[in-house]
């Protein structure tokens, strides 16, 4: 009687397992990818003030570092400015500077002059460049100045390094 009473309950339960087994979920539209979000336009940089004096007597154009982790870049924002002066991102396997400078720049730093290519307010530095390194490691300032006699003397700060060893 027991292995009847088994086969019984086998026989009802498993009909009903199967049953079970062979409903299948209706698949629903998957919801639409999200939209990439927009990639904001760089701000426009300020104008350059014309210097008086030589780079290391100068003083140092008023503003603060700013650094963005997230886009791997350091901008140099005046105080009250609307347009940062000076901004080092990290752009593939180099640094991009983006200001209001156009041409061969003079790059004055503690350890000397050197000469960067600004085309349309931008230029690319290898991420290994030397002169990186003389922008972090000048003594307080470094300066850009232009041929037409626009300049900028910017402090140098922690965010300038933060950004070349990010990009290392």
């Known amino acids: 009687m027991t292995a009847r009473r088994m086969w019984t309950q ?8 199967l049953a079970v087994a062979g409903c299948a979920a209706v698949p629903t539209a998957a919801p639409p990818p999200p939209r990439p979000a927009p990639i904001a336009a760089a701000p426009t940089p300020a104008p350059l003030r014309t210097p008086t004096r030589g780079w290391e007597d ?9 650094y963005d982790a997230g886009g791997r870049a350091a901008t140099f924002v005046p105080t ?13 396997g180099g640094i991009r500077l983006t ?18 290519r600004f085309d349309g307010g931008n230029a690319t530095l290898p991420n290994r460049d030397p002169r990186l390194d003389r922008i972090a490691f000048s003594r307080g300032r470094f300066a850009l100045e232009t041929p037409s006699g626009g300049a900028l003397t910017l402090p140098v700060q922690s965010e300038i390094g ?3 060893e990010d990009c290392r």
């Open 162 to 164: 933060r950004v070349i």
């Open 58 to 66: 100068r003083a140092v154009d008023a503003g603060a570092w700013r």
């Open 99 to 116: 200001s209001a400078l156009a041409g061969n720049v003079s790059l004055r730093t503690s350890a000397g002059t050197d000469q960067i």
């Open 80 to 92: 009250g400015g609307a347009g940062p002066l000076l901004t080092m991102a990290c752009s593939g």
């Open 10 to 17: 086998i026989g009802l339960v498993l009909p009903v397992m």
